[in-house]
């Protein structure tokens, strides 16, 4: 299209924030979609999402809905009169009437090479998972949990030590880029979205905290995948004792000689710290006790000599 098109955008967290950048670089972003203002802290004070705050920076009208199944927001985002909607981790499934309004449609930006990953926690799946590949995709939505047609891919490897925090930022930045690379096509009409492949589908499920909790019987791959997929947020932990310890970053270690213990038995490793998993054993990076401040290995057991010989468990005792 020869006019620029008027584009509303739609999104919450940071991982939206480099698409949202990008966007208003280049196009008219005449209004932002976002989720209401969270209570947050020990406080509980409202916060705002990071689209919100950028938006408001950049005086773009902001419209935050508890719903969008209702004629109020419907009539809000009509008045906005966009060519095309762009979303980004929005946190909210769009009905049919939305998806209609845009002319050129609503475009997603999804943190994975679809059809693998749809839903909502793509990147902690494909940690979970050991994949040692993964990307963005720009898909056309449509009323399906991700399973609209598919406009641009873009691939990318994962570190074997990458946390999701990490790969988020990357895949953030990565999908960004895309979108902007393939816009301006699709809005000339010179890309058409094609159809998912029906092989190869796998969906990812909503992540509850108790789940972040670590089994030591695991294989300690299984556990440095667990690590790295719940890092920084919501965060892997364990118990030593009463304390609660959340582990934020490990790596795969192969001591020299053979050790005895149960799984989850805390042994000095170099000049920090490893632990014996159901096979194998992990070395703990970084990890951070209730209420202070995250620390590495070593200095963590430097303040805390009884740590060593322990045996971590994935609960309190007595619960």
Known sequence: ?????????????????????????????????????????????????????????????????????????????????????????????????????????VLN????????????????????????????????????????????????????????????????????????DMLPNYLAGDLKPQPQPQEGVTVTRMIRKSQAAIDWSQSAETLHNHIRAFSPDPGAYTFWDDARIKLLRSKRIYPNSALEGKPGTVFMWEDGLGVMAGSGCLALIHLQMAGKRPMDGGTFVRGRQDFVGTVLSSQRPGE
């Open 1 to 105: 299209m020869t006019v620029e098109p008027r584009i509303v955008f739609m999104g919450t967290p940071e991982f939206a924030l480099p698409t949202l950048e990008r966007l208003v670089e280049r196009y008219s972003v005449v209004g932002v979609v976002t989720q209401p203002d969270r209570p947050a802290g020990r406080g509980q004070h409202l916060v705002m999402s990071p689209v919100k705050e950028l938006a408001l920076a950049e005086g773009i009208p902001v419209f935050q809905p508890s719903r969008l199944r209702n004629v109020e927001a419907l009539e809000h985002i009509r008045s906005w009169a966009p060519d095309v909607a762009i979303v980004a981790a929005y946190g909210q499934i769009l009905p049919p009437a939305i998806l209609e309004t845009p002319r050129f449609g």
């Open 109 to 180: 930006v999804h943190a994975s090479l679809l059809p693998r990953w749809r839903g909502a926690t793509p990147i902690q799946a494909a940690l979970l998972a050991g994949d040692s590949v993964t990307g963005v995709t720009i898909m056309k939505l449509d009323e399906g949990l991700d399973t609209g047609p598919i406009l641009a891919l873009r691939e990318t490897p994962i570190d074997p030590d990458e946390t999701a925090g990490e790969l988020e930022g990357r895949l953030a930045h990565l999908g960004a880029d895309l979108l902007l």
